[in-house]
């Protein structure tokens, strides 16, 4: 080896060794691995003793007798199930229906895991993306250890929590299972579940007998908290918009935030509450309101060394009054929901439901429940790919509002005729203290030509409730997910055509091409219509044209990481703009008619009076405040 070969060699040596130093952990997460190891090897040993454990119960030793025969006991009086489809994992008890299977655990007698049937989770969805007849692996919205619900009996000396007691099965068939609690004296709890064939729903009682005289019936209260799996793409964006829902007796719908931990104490009865994530949801509706009284609910966010992390959403948790009169012989319903947040579905238990999608407030709403999603159902249901029914909305939906672009770039195509003598007036008034003078001409100006800058903006001020109302609708639509279109995998999810190998601050690991079409087509857009605006002539006025020209770049970080569906939606919408823009103005406005037709309108108004006849009372009340103004000048100077 060459002298520069061995000095490369060392220096190389030498990097790798500092690399090494700076890099090596520090003691204090050294100890943190090594109790993170010992924690792992203690659960793995105590999850290989409870399986010996449950091995051992499901197959206990066969008994024998004198002769060495195995003795065969008499099951001829047990409680049989009338249709033996439920299977035993350790404390687990399976039932399914079409639509889902729930894990009941007989340690309080809980809902442990559902499994809904019908849909998959994302990862599942990718890894059979373009296989044919591919079998579909039931989305996991909880399983064993994430969920819990239970019944609160505050006692004398101590409470009585239903989650620490080990349950009977006293009775179970396919679609129903009852779990029993006998306790001293006459003490019995009962927990009965049945399900429904093609429902997402299941009935859930509960009945309390012999505490009279222990328990106060207004202290009973019902326990349910719940840490939703990742079931989408994006784990960011399912976090952001997974949340408490609940609706009250007389005030109506309400939520905690999406974003930050939150809890609130119940303000009146409620009618139910919900425990909602990105696309799918558990209601509890329980057949009377839970009282107001000790009625609560909380949303939790998990730290990043939480165990919880990176698999499960949120921690949400509730606890409400049953608004009970007796403990003697007591009886409480509810209705259990676990199901899509399909506006279909929701809508068709009338029970508002469908509150709980976030297509906004107020008339952003009514625009996308009475006008966008009934068209989006009918274009759905003639069996067309998703994204050529997105396509046929947006036609309409532009078509519906050319008449207000024809207005606008009318208005648009007056104020560049007037341009030249807007600047012939800024030139003759430069100073602030002919501000109310330039002001005056201005108007007079506007007029006399018949133009207005109000009605350019009056008409974008018309369709931005169906932009905005677009913008809700398109991320809360289930119909949406896990549907395929070009190049997008889900089109409730972004659409990658490069994955990055790292990630870039509020950018994302991968880049969206839908984002880049839509950023690209409001740039031309934004180009198109540059001509009309107008350069600022006073100091500190923002230049609207730079500001114009920097949105479309905000976008295309803003979008990156939002549902494809919505950017192919906005790019098809701003590519139907710039083409209905050139129609009109190829076809239908002539801006030299335009213009004779202005000059027209100007000598009619000159010849008429000029402006002494026909002022707006906007204009009289310019005129007053220039003599005010006036008049305090000549003040000053005596």
Not at 69 to 87: G, H
Not at 255 to 275: I, Q, R, T
Not at 540 to 552: C, D, H, L, Q
């Amino acid at each position: 080896m060459d002298r520069n070969t061995v000095v490369g060699l060392v220096l190389i040596g030498l990097i790798l060794s500092v690399f090494t130093f700076f890099n090596q952990p520090s003691k204090e997460e050294q100890e943190q691995m090594a109790e993170k190891a010992k924690q792992e090897q203690l659960a793995k040993t105590n999850a290989e003793k409870s399986q010996d454990k449950n091995v051992n119960e499901l197959d206990p030793v066969p008994q024998m007798d004198s002769l060495g025969n195995e003795i065969i006991a008499d099951t001829s009086m047990a409680v049989q199930p009338v249709v033996p489809v439920a299977s035993i994992k350790d404390s687990l008890i399976t039932l399914e229906t079409d639509k889902f299977e729930i894990d009941f655990n007989t340690l309080g007698g809980i809902i442990a895991s559902v499994r809904l049937k019908e849909f998959e989770s994302y990862n599942d969805y990718a890894k059979d993306l373009g296989k044919e007849n591919a079998p579909i692996e039931a989305v996991e919205l909880f399983r064993n250890g994430d969920a819990s619900n239970s019944i609160l009996l505050p006692m004398k000396g101590q409470d009585l929590n239903t989650a620490d007691i080990q349950f009977k099965v006293k009775e179970q068939t396919g679609n129903r299972i009852v779990f029993e609690y006998q306790g001293e004296d006459d003490e019995n709890i009962q927990f009965i579940y049945t399900l429904k064939q093609g429902q997402y729903d299941l009935d859930y009682d509960v009945k309390i007998r012999g505490f009279a005289g222990k328990v106060t019936p207004k202290n009973v209260m019902f326990n349910w908290n719940t840490a939703y799996r990742k079931t989408e793409r994006l784990f960011s964006e399912q976090r952001r918009v997974s949340t408490v829902c609940f609706n009250y007796k007389d005030e109506g719908f309400s939520y905690l935030s999406e974003m930050s931990e939150s809890e609130e104490n119940a303000e009146d009865e409620v009618d139910w509450v919900n425990f909602k994530q990105s696309y799918f949801s558990s209601f509890i509706h329980p057949k009377t309101p839970f009282g107001k009284s000790g009625s609560k609910f909380e949303a939790k966010n998990y730290d990043d060394d939480h165990e919880r992390a990176w698999t499960n959403l949120r921690d949400f948790s509730t606890t409400l009054n049953m608004n009970l009169t007796d403990v003697d012989d007591a009886s409480f319903s509810m209705n259990w929901f676990f199901g899509p947040n399909d506006f279909k579905v929701l809508t068709s238990y009338e029970s508002d439901y469908d509150q709980i999608l976030n297509y906004g407030w107020g008339i952003f709403r009514w625009i996308n429940i009475y006008a966008i999603q009934p068209l989006f159902n009918i274009f759905q249901s003639t069996g067309l790919a998703i994204g050529f029914v997105i396509l046929i909305l947006t036609i309409i939906i532009k078509g519906a509002l050319m008449p207000i672009q024809w207005k606008m770039y009318t208005s648009s195509a007056k104020m560049r005729i007037l341009k030249p003598e807007m600047e012939e007036l800024a030139a003759k008034y430069p100073n602030k203290e002919d501000a109310m003078k330039k002001q005056m001409e201005t108007m007079t100006l506007y007029r006399e030509s018949g133009a207005s800058p109000l009605s350019g903006c009056v008409p974008m001020l018309i369709q931005m409730p169906i932009l905005l109302a677009v913008f809700r609708f398109f991320p809360s639509t289930f119909d949406l997910r896990q549907k395929s279109f070009l190049w997008a995998e889900d089109l409730s999810s972004y659409d990658s055509i490069v994955d990055l190998p790292f990630d870039i601050w509020f950018y994302g690991d991968h880049i969206s091409l839908f984002t880049l079409l839509m950023a690209g087509t409001t740039l031309i857009y934004t180009f198109i219509n540059s001509s009309n605006m107008q350069t600022p002539t006073q100091p500190g006025m923002p230049n609207m044209k730079v500001i114009m020209y920097f949105f479309p770049i905000m976008m295309i970080f803003f979008f990156n990481n939002y549902s494809s569906g919505l950017s192919y939606y906005y790019f098809i919408s701003t590519l139907m703009s710039i083409l209905i823009m050139l129609s009109i103005k190829k076809f239908f406005v002539d801006e030299e008619k335009l213009k004779a037709k202005m000059a027209a309108r100007k000598q009619s108004a000159a010849a008429n009076g000029g402006s002494k006849k026909g002022k707006s009372k906007f204009q009289e009340r310019l005129e007053q405040m220039q003599k005010a103004q006036m008049e305090q000048r000549k003040n000053k100077r005596k």
